[in-house]
């Protein structure tokens, strides 16, 4: 009963505009992470004092900081925690969230035990429980990962939840209980797919957050090595002298806008495209 | 189709069913008592139909009857044996031999599957069958006997109409070969030149499959197409049971008699004064002492706050009130 | 009323029991020794470092310490900061100022910027505005808060010196005037990040309610557009839009730790930042615990406006 048709290019663009722009953006941040020994034109951990506070050039291209290491190729090697970090932060939050949150909105006494944690947690700042667990564990990428995973968890627990609640109504969880299916049969193959609609798309659009989350705290020296490359110690690196060389910051900044930028509009046009083809 | 000597296949004795409704520490435990107390048999082979209002409980019954909802109290008799205790694989076997149909079409399958796979799933889950195939073919067997083409296994529920949904559900129910089926409202939610098609079919389904049907429905002229005994209930309670010709042309109980005024029909016979009731449905989590129904009842008296006797009025016929033949 | 705000707070506090114990069970693994903070311990031996321990109740399980903190808090005593021994609360009182009015500033700038550009986005569907306002709201969202906030102080203190470059004036001694003008900028720096994801919701939102029913009727009544707008279909928006304001408002409470360095503001953020370096624990505990309080009575109090706004709710 479904014809498919040859969309016309124009159409195609109209369409998934977003997606393409914001995918082309999120490929070319892949490469870079991949191939960053390629990409960069220095070593980002070379410290070159005669250089020091140069303005972007042609060997330089976006400059180099206050210890004389080039911008650029601290960007590019950058991109490996951010993306590492944003893929990995929100794997982890939308898996274990959507466990706990089927598990509370499929189980009465599971709920009330961990929905009362997760609003403990869901009422806390944001920014400075990332501090806090963060500088509990110490100073790592997987520490700085667990952390911001932490902060992300109730979020899509709750999300999840009020999912289940109103899949429960449903009558076909009825018949399969009548039918005798095991919970966990229930969960898996029914409750499941009909979230797993939210959770691509807070996948996606999560990752935006986490970057920024993690550039955050990067720049307050929390959780990471400051001498590794990322994008937020690379601009709190350069705010000791940016009022004389603002170019240390400004365009690390662009670059973080840019790809922010690419990861939202991506996670837009699959929210606009998956939305109404559901119904 | 009456024999004389009739079977009961499913027997309920004072069901309760209450919900419990959450109060702070301080305050008295109250509960919703959607069933309070209901007895009747099932006839093997017949089609019980369930009438009332909404709210009176009708749904919940039969959720109950199937330990859907687990009963509050009260006892569950299926062939002969306790249902109510049964457990693990026991009461999967039971299960095999009761299932569902829902009201609505598009709550009651799974939009992430296809038809074929909703079809299949009983037979997965119950172990039915060992292969693929085999699977396969009782799911296209089962297609055509609802009516359906069975090439459109691999589509989705959201590619049919009601009425093939609905057909949809109705094999899934019959999949694990049940002799009971528990209707909810199965007709409802369909335009009503459809609803003839899914009531004739499941009229047919009940000759060919020797099945047993107790069919919920808040609307009398479709228990009047296919039921042969009907059950009112009101608030949690059964009012009156007995034959379609009983209840159609002999309504005893005064809110039977309500029922049916207010129901248009094209039966002349059957037209009478509209009773009109006052005042509204009383709430549930404190339903009236003695006959639920006294308060609104245009003959109630200081008795009816006693908990009325249940009366055979003779041919199974049976009502609950204190007046039973005094009131004409 | 009574009714609700008493249930609503009593509802609060197991809440705020658990946050604060996970807080408290988080700072209680720090690798930190608070004895070791509290007491130049360089000379003593490791018997007087016990029995000091046993005098401040530090070598009783958590959970005890837990519930005990958690009783003098009641009673009003935050404990002490171990790094400069005085009273947590104190501290925080100190500090109060600018955070709270940076918080309340910036959340006035982000809906007098955010809600008219929804609500006209919404009226002006599909024109080239709508489509410039969606879009820029993107970009809004991709900005780094302290990026901003450093481009800001570049712009506008140092090259434009409009604004104040070093920190917060204190109303006390430099009046209101010098003291909000050094406000500007963070209120700026942190609401914006806050007014793209306010503008999309107030745009879905008086969509949604703008193909309701009851505004074709009153349209069909012969109302003004505007009238329409701004009588039926506002109302409407408000309340949902006062929901998402309040989620805001708890993370800019969270968010001024980072303004707040960026620009030098001596406010609680910023003594949040530095008691987690020092691990200072009892000072953290006191400023999350106070951040969350507030958040919690912000959101209570938004559930009341929000009901006053929503008549279909009863109080």
Redesign the interface.
């Known amino acids: 009963m479904k014809t498919k048709r040859r969309m016309p290019l124009k159409n195609f663009i109209k369409r998934n505009g977003r997606m393409l722009v914001g995918g082309t953006i999120i490929a070319v941040l892949i490469i870079m992470a991949v191939f960053a020994p390629y990409i960069a034109t220095h070593d980002p951990d070379a410290y070159d004092y005669t250089n020091r506070f140069d303005l972007p050039s042609s060997e330089h291209l976006l400059g180099t900081d206050t210890h004389g290491r080039d911008i650029f190729s601290r960007m590019v090697y950058g991109t490996r925690i951010s993306l590492l970090l944003g893929f990995g932060v929100n794997f982890f939050a939308v898996v274990v969230g959507a466990f706990c949150g089927i598990l509370c909105g499929y189980f009465k006494k599971v709920d009330a035990v961990l929905m009362?944690?997760m609003?403990?947690?869901h009422?806390?700042?944001?920014?400075?429980?990332a501090?806090?667990?963060a500088?509990?564990l110490?100073p790592g990428i997987e520490k700085l990962m667990i952390a911001l995973v932490v902060t992300a968890l109730p979020g899509v627990c709750r999300m999840t939840r009020s999912q289940v609640l109103s899949l429960r109504q449903k009558e076909f969880i009825e018949v399969e209980k009548a039918m005798g299916a095991s919970h966990l049969r229930i969960m898996l193959l029914h409750i499941m797919p009909s979230c797993s609609h939210y959770l691509i798309i807070r996948f996606c659009t999560g990752i935006?957050g986490t970057i920024?989350s993690a550039?955050?705290l990067a720049?307050?020296s929390v959780g990471l090595d400051p001498t590794i490359p990322n994008w937020g110690a690379t601009?709190a690196d350069g705010?000791g002298m940016?009022?004389v060389y603002?170019h240390m910051?400004?365009w690390?900044?662009i670059w973080?806008?840019?790809a922010?930028?690419g990861f939202?509009?991506f996670g837009?046009g699959l929210r606009e495209r998956l939305d109404p083809r559901l119904k | 189709m009456e024999n004389t000597e009739k079977k009961v296949i499913f027997k309920v004795r004072d069901l309760k069913q209450w919900f419990p409704l959450k109060r702070w520490f301080f305050e008295k435990k109250a509960y919703v008592k959607a069933v309070d107390g209901v007895s009747f048999d099932v006839y093997e082979g017949e089609t019980l139909g369930v009438a009332g209002e909404s709210g009176c409980g009708k749904s919940t019954l039969i959720r109950s009857m199937l330990r859907i909802i687990e009963p509050s109290d009260g006892q569950l008799e299926y062939d002969g044996t306790d249902f109510r205790s049964v457990r693990g694989k026991s009461l999967q076997r039971k299960r095999c031999d009761m299932q569902m149909v829902f009201q609505d079409p598009y709550s009651s399958l799974d939009p992430f599957w296809t038809v074929g796979s909703t079809i299949e799933e009983p037979l997965i889950i119950n172990k039915i069958y060992k292969t693929k195939e085999e699977r396969m073919a009782r799911v296209r067997e089962l297609m055509q006997q609802v009516g359906l083409d069975p090439s459109y296994v691999d589509r989705y529920p959201h590619e049919f109409s009601g009425g093939q949904r609905q057909r949809i559900v109705i094999a899934r129910a019959l999949a694990t070969t049940p002799k009971l089926l528990m209707c909810d409202e199965a007709v409802s939610a369909l335009d009503v030149s459809v609803r003839a098609q899914i009531l004739n079919l499941l009229e047919q389904l009940q000759d060919d499959l020797k099945l047993t049907y107790v069919f919920v429905s808040h609307d009398l002229s479709v228990l009047e197409h296919i039921c042969d005994r009907i059950m009112i209930m009101y608030l949690g309670k059964v009012v009156e049971i007995g034959t379609k010709e009983d209840i159609f042309h002999n309504p005893t109980h005064p809110y039977t008699k309500a029922l049916l005024s207010a129901a248009p029909t094209v039966d002349d016979d059957l037209q009478q004064e509209e009773i009109l009731l006052e005042g509204d449905i009383p709430s549930p989590v404190k339903p009236p002492v003695g006959c639920r129904f006294h308060t609104r009842c245009p003959y109630a008296t200081e008795k009816c706050k006693e908990e009325p006797p249940v009366v055979d009025c003779g041919n199974g016929h049976l009502v609950a009130c204190h007046y039973v033949g005094q009131i004409d | 009323m009574g009714k609700f705000l008493v249930k609503r707070i009593l509802s609060l506090i197991?809440?705020?029991?658990?946050?604060m114990?996970?807080?408290f069970f988080?700072?209680q693994?720090?690798?930190v020794d608070p004895i070791h903070l509290m007491y130049d311990t360089e000379d003593m031996t490791d018997a007087q470092v016990q029995e000091l321990e046993e005098k401040h109740g530090f070598d009783d399980p958590a959970i005890v310490q837990y519930l005990r903190y958690m009783k003098n808090v009641f009673k009003g005593d935050w404990g002490n900061s171990l790094f400069s021994k005085e009273p947590v609360f104190q501290a925080i009182a100190d500090r109060m100022e600018p955070t709270l009015l940076i918080t309340f500033f910036s959340t006035i700038l982000t809906m007098v910027v955010a809600i008219p550009a929804g609500v006209f986005a919404a009226t002006h569907r599909n024109s080239p505005l709508d489509y410039t306002i969606s879009a820029s709201s993107?970009?809004f969202?991709?900005?780094?808060?302290?990026?901003l906030g450093?481009?800001l102080?570049?712009i506008f203190s140092?090259k434009m010196d409009i604004f104040p470059l070093d920190g917060y004036k204190l109303i006390e001694h430099y009046g209101w005037g010098e003291a909000l003008k050094s406000l500007v900028l963070p209120c700026f720096a942190l609401g914006m990040g806050h007014v793209a994801g306010l503008a999309r919701q107030t745009r879905s939102q008086m969509l949604n309610v703008l193909s309701a029913d009851y505004i074709r009727t009153a349209r069909a009544k012969g109302l003004s557009e505007r009238m329409v707008n701004y009588k039926h279909a506002l109302k409407n928006t408000m309340s949902l839009v006062v929901t998402i304001v309040g989620g805001s408002i708890?993370?800019m409470?969270?968010?001024s730790?980072?303004i707040e360095?960026v620009f030098n503001i001596q406010g609680v953020g910023k003594l949040?930042?530095t008691s987690?370096m020092r691990?200072d624990y009892y000072q953290?505990q006191g400023?999350?615990m106070f951040?969350?309080l507030i958040?919690?009575g912000m959101n209570i109090l938004l559930d009341i406006v929000y009901k006053k706004l929503d008549p279909r709710i009863e109080l």
């Open positions: 009362r944690i609003e403990g947690l009422s806390l700042p944001t920014t400075l429980l501090m806090v667990v500088s509990v110490g935006s920024l550039a955050t720049y307050l601009i705010q940016f009022l603002p910051i400004l690390p900044g973080m806008i840019v922010v930028f939202i509009f837009e | 197991p809440t705020v029991f658990i946050s114990a996970i807080i988080l700072m693994a720090l690798p993107i970009l969202d991709s900005v780094p808060t302290f990026w450093l481009m102080l570049y140092f708890g993370a409470l969270g968010g730790t980072v360095n949040a930042y987690l691990s953290e400023i999350i951040i969350t958040y919690a």
